[in-house]
């Protein structure tokens, strides 16, 4: 499931982690570390909502 954030629009997709920040490709966003926060904005995981399937096209 991608999760978008409330506050940019930054959306972190699994598939892809956030290898720029240390997390690795296949990484869930409930598996990212508590202090782990958007790569653009610097908000908190808090501040992400999943996205429904059908709101988002790969």
Known sequence: ????CELCGYKYKPHKGDVENGIEPGTDF???PEEWTCPLCG???EDFEPLRDED???
């Open 43 to 45: 908000a908190s995981k």
């Open 56 to 58: 988002y096209h790969y």
């Open 1 to 4: 499931m991608v999760y978008v």
């Open 30 to 32: 409930e598996d990212l």
